[in-house]
């Protein structure tokens, strides 16, 4: 599967549920008494068959590293780090050009203690693991333990209902933080874990309730729809045909087909048979990522932030290489090989052959375009995106080669391949620079950064698109490109839609809401200095705050589960929120909180909750706030909004998206209808 290629190696997820328990993993964590005040604190994990425990201090980059976290230390001090002499696996991963270590069997990890006041004597933390074998992986679990007057424990890696993560072994990090952290409900630590615990009746959950009031005029779908992600492809496939690795290829590929045959209806028949076959081929690419995807690993790359830094770097990589500085080329050995096989064969598999050849031939063009595409259905959270994607990219490349070879009087009215060419490579290269800024702004919103506020992140477009805008006058020139003599009427045209797309977000950098890019652009709040604060709502980012305030000032509270990374939640607030009857509404009649499932900051103390009969560790907000969204109202993606008493008591039915404001605005009107009511 890793031989698809690099675009499919970081996303070769899948989410499958199983319906048996899964217990590969068991620890028992003890203590040994040494010489003197010394004593051997020993973490030992048995490990079915097939299975493994990666070891520690894996590279960055790679799976997830065996962790040991001591969280609190009295009576006593830590000698040295973890270590362990079991037998370790160690082997080079093509993956993640990396080598990985892993334990099989069975592992023993020892941590060196100094016993200072034995009275006082309390260690306590949890070991960070992952349990995999080769075709799934368990979710990331953290097992607390604790050492003192009672020191053994034994605890399993997993419990029923537990979902299984087909990957191969080697697991990113950030899929970590994609799933949430999963932890045995068995554990029993003889003394107090350092946790907090989420007691609070407000929390109980409403999934009942809320599924008796109804889903409200919103639509669920979170997602593009899919005639616009098959829109996407066909346009995609489109802009690849005017490339220099596709342009030259028609004319010479339909006159092969036209000369190889005396009868000119086989001939026909031949070329829409290899037009047929370049469509199967990105189908069946698209087909590979909609089986290996699952909707709740989509949804969940949308808001992570190491695959949007991952995107990001892609996006660049991709502009720097249209920008000439170098191409993306697969190994020629592939070409040669599939060249060769074409000739010496016949009949459909000799077509079959040749529509491959294109592939890999053009791959340096089409890649981006085809990873681009990718990375855009992957952070919308389709099921089906990739393969209706890829259908619409295969069409509108396989279509010139079938009407050419059925009216070949039309290869004479081509235009010439020549400079233009590489123009229009150029030009995706800016667009790709641009759109690769959307996915570092994702990564920078969720961890605080601050990097790319709104200001920053709308100049480096302006400055983005003003340069097109000069390329297309030829006022910009590249190494490959050729000399532009005189401007052409296409060339204006594009160059004054460039250049009035690069004042028309001008306005933005002090507080305008430019709807034509809220999916992009980072929300309004990061705006240092705003002439417009009425284009921003108060709102809380607490729940339990928030809901203070609605129980003082006798309002209903409306949450908002949103994401840095949702695509979706920047289009509500563009289009729906900036609504006068919307705004009326909400700041009159509501308290508004806007709960974000992707934030990274750190929890003062990690709660430690139970879901589905497993215990789990929430470390970060965002792991808080998307508890909170899945056990109380039983929903995990974004936008979702819900209206609730000051008891925490749903209101109304759920509402999930829509850029139709009057459609929101009946929703809150129900909502404060029920309330009233109360």
Same mark, same amino acid.
């Given at each position: 599967?890793?031989?698809?290629? @690099?675009?499919?190696? $970081?996303?070769?997820?899948?989410?499958?549920?199983?319906? =048996? +328990?899964?217990?590969?993993?068991?620890?028992?964590?003890?203590? =040994?008494?040494?010489?003197?005040?010394?004593?051997?604190?020993?973490?030992?994990?048995?490990?079915?068959?097939?299975?493994?425990?990666?070891?520690?201090?894996?590279?960055?980059?790679?799976?997830?590293?065996?962790?040991?976290?001591?969280?609190?230390?009295?009576?006593?001090?830590?000698?040295?780090?973890?270590?362990?002499?079991?037998?370790?696996?160690?082997?080079?991963?093509?993956?993640?050009?990396?080598?990985?270590?892993?334990?099989?069997?069975?592992?023993?990890?020892?941590?060196?203690?100094?016993?200072?006041?034995?009275?006082? %004597?309390? +260690?306590?933390?949890?070991?960070?693991?992952?349990?995999?074998?080769?075709?799934?992986?368990?979710?990331?679990?953290?097992?607390?333990?604790? %050492?003192?007057? +009672?020191?053994?424990? #034994?605890?399993?890696?997993?419990?029923?209902?537990?979902?299984?993560?087909?990957?191969?072994?080697?697991?990113?990090?950030?899929?970590?933080?994609?799933?949430?952290?999963?932890? /045995?409900?068995?554990?029993?630590?003889?003394?107090?874990?350092?946790?907090?615990? !989420?007691?609070?009746?407000?929390?109980?959950?409403? +999934?009942?309730?809320?599924?008796?009031?109804?889903?409200?005029?919103?639509?669920?779908?979170?997602?593009?729809?899919?005639?616009?992600?098959?829109?996407?492809?066909?346009?995609?496939?489109?802009?690849?045909?005017?490339?220099?690795?596709?342009?030259?290829?028609?004319?010479?590929?339909?006159?092969? %087909?036209?000369?190889?045959?005396?009868?000119?209806?086989?001939?026909?028949?031949?070329?829409?048979?290899?037009?047929?076959?370049?469509?199967?081929?990105?189908?069946?690419?698209?087909?590979?990522?909609? !089986?290996?995807?699952?909707?709740?690993?989509?949804?969940?790359?949308?808001?992570?932030?190491? @695959?949007?830094? %991952?995107?990001?770097?892609?996006?660049?990589?991709?502009?720097?290489?249209?920008? *000439?500085?170098?191409?993306?080329?697969?190994?020629?050995?592939?070409?040669?090989?599939?060249?060769?096989?074409?000739?010496? #064969?016949? *009949?459909?598999?000799?077509?079959?052959?040749?529509?491959?050849?294109?592939?890999?031939?053009?791959?340096?063009? #089409?890649? /981006?375009?085809?990873?681009?595409?990718?990375?855009?259905?992957?952070?919308?959270?389709?099921?089906?995106?990739?393969?209706?994607?890829? !259908?619409?990219?295969?069409?509108?490349?396989?279509?010139?080669?079938?009407?050419?070879?059925? $009216?070949?009087?039309?290869?004479?009215?081509?235009?010439?391949?020549?400079?233009?060419?590489?123009?229009?490579?150029?030009?995706?290269?800016?667009?790709?620079?641009?759109?690769?800024?959307?996915?570092?702004?994702?990564?920078?919103?969720?961890?605080?950064?601050?990097?790319?506020?709104?200001?920053? @992140?709308?100049?480096?477009?302006?400055?983005?698109?003003?340069?097109?805008?000069?390329?297309?006058?030829?006022?910009?020139?590249?190494?490959?490109?050729?000399?532009?003599?005189?401007?052409?009427?296409?060339?204006?045209?594009?160059?004054?839609?460039?250049?009035?797309?690069?004042?028309?977000?001008? /306005?933005?950098?002090?507080?305008?809401?430019?709807?034509?890019?809220?999916?992009?652009?980072?929300?309004?709040?990061?705006?240092?200095?705003?002439?417009?604060?009425?284009?921003?709502?108060?709102?809380?980012?607490?729940?339990?705050?928030?809901?203070?305030?609605?129980? !003082?000032?006798?309002?209903?509270?409306?949450?908002?589960?949103?994401?840095?990374?949702?695509?979706?939640?920047?289009?509500?607030?563009?289009?729906?929120?900036?609504?006068?009857?919307?705004?009326?509404?909400?700041?009159?009649?509501?308290?508004?909180?806007?709960?974000?499932?992707?934030?990274?900051?750190?929890?003062?103390?990690?709660?430690?909750?139970?879901?589905?009969?497993?215990?789990?560790?929430?470390?970060?907000?965002?792991?808080?706030?998307?508890?909170?969204?899945?056990?109380?109202?039983?929903?995990?993606? =974004? /936008?979702?909004?819900?209206?609730?008493?000051?008891?925490?008591?749903?209101?109304?039915?759920?509402?999930?998206?829509?850029?139709?404001?009057?459609?929101?605005?009946?929703?809150?009107?129900?909502?404060?209808?029920?309330?009233?009511?109360?």
């Amino acid at each position: 599967m890793r031989k698809i290629g @690099f675009l499919l190696a $970081f996303i070769s997820i899948e989410w499958v549920a199983v319906g =048996q +328990i899964l217990q590969p993993i068991t620890w028992s964590f003890d203590q =040994q008494k040494k010489a003197g005040n010394d004593i051997e604190l020993v973490f030992k994990t048995s490990i079915q068959n097939g299975w493994h425990v990666y070891g520690q201090n894996l590279p960055s980059g790679g799976p997830v590293s065996t962790s040991f976290h001591f969280d609190k230390v009295t009576g006593a001090r830590l000698v040295g780090k973890v270590t362990s002499s079991s037998p370790m696996i160690k082997e080079y991963d093509k993956t993640f050009a990396m080598t990985l270590t892993w334990y099989e069997h069975q592992a023993v990890f020892i941590q060196k203690v100094t016993v200072t006041d034995p009275k006082k %004597f309390l +260690i306590s933390g949890y070991v960070e693991f992952m349990g995999c074998n080769d075709e799934n992986c368990l979710p990331p679990a953290k097992l607390p333990f604790s %050492f003192g007057k +009672i020191v053994a424990q #034994t605890v399993s890696s997993s419990s029923a209902k537990s979902p299984s993560l087909k990957i191969h072994k080697a697991l990113v990090p950030a899929v970590v933080k994609v799933l949430q952290s999963v932890q /045995p409900d068995s554990v029993q630590p003889t003394t107090t874990v350092p946790t907090a615990k !989420l007691d609070n009746p407000t929390w109980k959950p409403v +999934i009942n309730q809320l599924n008796a009031l109804g889903n409200s005029s919103g639509t669920n779908e979170t997602h593009d729809p899919f005639w616009l992600i098959f829109l996407k492809g066909f346009l995609g496939g489109l802009l690849a045909l005017f490339t220099p690795c596709v342009w030259p290829i028609i004319p010479l590929t339909v006159s092969f %087909f036209l000369k190889r045959s005396a009868n000119k209806q086989k001939a026909k028949r031949d070329a829409g048979l290899y037009g047929l076959s370049i469509i199967a081929i990105y189908l069946v690419l698209g087909v590979l990522i909609t !089986l290996i995807f699952g909707a709740s690993a989509l949804n969940s790359l949308s808001t992570n932030a190491f @695959f949007n830094l %991952f995107f990001f770097g892609l996006l660049v990589l991709f502009a720097v290489s249209f920008f *000439g500085a170098f191409e993306l080329t697969l190994p020629a050995s592939w070409t040669t090989k599939l060249d060769n096989k074409a000739e010496s #064969t016949t *009949g459909i598999m000799s077509i079959l052959l040749m529509a491959f050849t294109l592939a890999l031939v053009s791959f340096s063009c #089409t890649g /981006p375009i085809i990873g681009t595409l990718l990375v855009d259905v992957a952070v919308n959270g389709s099921y089906l995106g990739p393969a209706i994607g890829m !259908l619409g990219f295969a069409l509108a490349l396989a279509i010139p080669f079938m009407l050419f070879a059925m $009216f070949p009087m039309w290869l004479k009215s081509m235009p010439k391949s020549g400079g233009w060419l590489n123009s229009v490579k150029v030009v995706l290269g800016f667009l790709e620079l641009a759109l690769a800024l959307k996915f570092f702004s994702v990564a920078d919103l969720a961890y605080g950064w601050r990097l790319l506020d709104r200001e920053v @992140f709308l100049v480096l477009w302006i400055v983005i698109f003003t340069l097109l805008g000069f390329y297309l006058l030829g006022k910009i020139k590249f190494a490959h490109d050729s000399d532009v003599k005189h401007v052409s009427v296409t060339r204006l045209f594009l160059s004054i839609v460039t250049f009035a797309f690069a004042l028309y977000m001008v /306005p933005g950098l002090w507080g305008a809401p430019l709807k034509a890019i809220s999916a992009f652009a980072p929300p309004l709040y990061t705006l240092d200095f705003n002439l417009n604060p009425q284009s921003e709502h108060t709102v809380y980012n607490d729940y339990d705050q928030a809901l203070k305030a609605a129980a !003082l000032q006798n309002k209903p509270l409306l949450i908002d589960f949103t994401g840095f990374g949702c695509v979706n939640c920047r289009k509500m607030e563009a289009s729906v929120w900036t609504d006068p009857k919307v705004k009326q509404l909400m700041n009159e009649q509501f308290i508004v909180a806007s709960l974000y499932v992707d934030d990274k900051a750190s929890l003062s103390q990690p709660m430690e909750v139970t879901e589905n009969g497993r215990t789990s560790l929430l470390t970060t907000v965002g792991d808080k706030w998307s508890y909170l969204q899945r056990s109380k109202f039983g929903a995990n993606a =974004q /936008p979702f909004y819900v209206i609730v008493d000051a008891q925490g008591n749903p209101l109304t039915g759920s509402f999930s998206f829509t850029e139709e404001p009057v459609r929101f605005v009946a929703f809150l009107e129900a909502g404060l209808k029920h309330s009233i009511k109360k």
